[in-house]
């Protein structure tokens, strides 16, 4: 089975940085996703990694550590239309229908 | 990016009744979706798997005869919710795509409220 742990809850001031936190336990991994999702709506993608390391995409980077199951997403730059809900999925092995398990996501407030 | 529609976007029913809710890939096609179930401040939970042309497989604890799925094109699945009680109500949103290296892109959910 798959656990992911995230925090409920961060607050940040607009202008700031911040950091989200993932953890994993997986029977299988083949790639962790973040989506941001706004009350009411849909996920929306934000990042992909599958090998360990940074990936950055303008204000966003996503880090990943398969060894530790750890991940991390980073927002530079916070604007108050980043308050959201930031949720970390992974997903299992191709073997097991490319299925995301997600996190219970991290409710970000961005203050002024 | 691929977009995913789905439809209604909400839906109001009595308790009994049942209620068809549409998924669509518009520009690509997708042999595998997925249907998500999403309470209130609590994350996506995975219901089902669609598969294009066979039966889906469902997770631990969903009823396949409660929650009936079928993918019957490329561009196209229903999820059905069968004699829907109050506990049903819930955002409902399916997603297509991930195979390979690909995310997963998301339908604009639909919003089930049981009376």
């Known amino acids: 089975g798959q656990n992911i742990d995230q925090p409920t809850e961060m607050t940040a001031t607009e202008g700031a940085i911040v950091q989200i936190n993932c953890t994993y336990q997986t029977s299988g991994f083949n790639g962790l996703f973040w989506y941001q999702q706004h009350a009411g709506e849909a996920p929306t993608f934000l990042s992909y990694?599958?090998?360990?390391g940074l990936e950055e995409k303008g204000r966003f980077s996503s880090f990943l550590s398969r060894s530790k199951g750890y991940s991390y997403l980073l927002l530079k730059e916070l604007q108050m239309k980043d308050s959201a809900s930031y949720l970390c999925?992974?997903?299992?092995?191709?073997?097991?229908?490319?299925?995301?398990?997600f996190g219970t996501g991290t409710q970000l407030k961005v203050e002024l | 990016g691929a977009v995913v529609s789905q439809h209604p976007s909400r839906v109001i029913c009595k308790s009994g009744t049942s209620v068809k809710i549409e998924c669509r890939s518009l520009d690509f096609q997708a042999t595998t979706m997925f249907w998500y179930r999403q309470f209130p401040k609590q994350s996506l939970m995975l219901m089902a798997t669609s598969n294009e042309g066979s039966k889906a497989t469902y997770e631990q604890g969903v009823e396949k005869d409660k929650f009936l799925i079928n993918h019957a094109s490329l561009t196209l699945s229903t999820l059905t919710v069968t004699s829907a009680h109050p506990e049903d109500s819930s955002f409902y949103i399916c997603s297509a795509g991930g195979t390979g290296s690909g995310e997963q892109y998301f339908g604009p959910g639909t919003r089930l409220t049981v009376t």
């Open positions: 990694n599958v090998l360990d």
């Open positions: 999925a992974v997903r299992g092995p191709t073997g097991g229908g490319n299925k995301l398990t």
